[in-house]
């Protein structure tokens, strides 16, 4: 089969450096739209993950959709929209363990043919004491990250990765994509 070309449909450049630093060549490419989806936060995120590669513009290439969602006892918990839904998130996880999914869903243009992969990681957040809330909500590092916090922001020192890749809590693991690629490129 011809080498074809990884199109990461992302706005995002948190998964734009992951795949960048795992030494992986692509281009993003916009993605299709992200639906609401049904079903468990796990369910969500694969389906938009789908949504994403399928309903991008049209390219010969392997597309990568991906989306991530935060879920606390089986709560979605999205992108806030304003620091006082930061806030709200913020605290409603503070001192507690949660579990962050990622989907990945990979398709061959040439023949529609989709491959899909789903990783979970598992985070505990430590108290948060009003202070170190605000100075994070204040930030503004919460924007366009699912939960409103970003674990690998230096200012998120009460995220801790208790199991799982680093990488599925940032926005795109590295192994996942691997993996999907060795399928979609297989005899």
């Known amino acids: 089969m011809a080498r074809l070309e990884l199109l990461l449909a992302s706005t995002s450049p948190r998964r734009s450096r992951l795949l960048a630093a795992a030494g992986l060549a692509f281009r993003p490419i916009a993605p299709g739209p992200e ?5 468990s936060p796990r369910e969500r995120a694969e389906q938009r993950a789908a949504s994403k590669a399928l309903g991008a513009p049209p390219a010969v290439g392997l597309v990568l959709g991906v989306d991530t969602v935060v879920d606390l ?9 304003s620091p ?3 806030r709200a998130m913020l605290e409603r996880l503070a001192g507690r363990d949660h579990l962050v999914h990622t989907g990945h869903c990979l398709v061959r243009t ?16 430590l108290p948060l004491d009003a202070a170190a809330l605000d100075r994070y909500v204040a930030s503004g590092l919460w924007r366009g990250k699912a939960g409103a916090y970003g674990i690998q922001d230096a200012d998120a020192t009460f995220a801790r990765l208790v199991r799982g890749d680093l990488d599925t809590v940032v926005g795109l693991s590295v192994r996942a994509v691997r ?9």
């Not at 993996?179 to 005899?187: C, D, I, K």
Request: net charge negative; aromatic share 8%; no cysteine.
């Open 35 to 39: 639906i609401e989806g049904h079903g």
């Open 73 to 81: 006892d089986g709560e979605e918990f999205g992108q806030a929209d």
């Open 84 to 86: 006082d839904a930061a």
């Open 110 to 125: 040439t023949d529609g043919a989709r491959f899909t992969e789903l990783t979970t990681a598992a985070v505990r957040f």
């Open 179 to 187: 993996t999907l690629l060795a399928r979609a490129v297989e005899p």
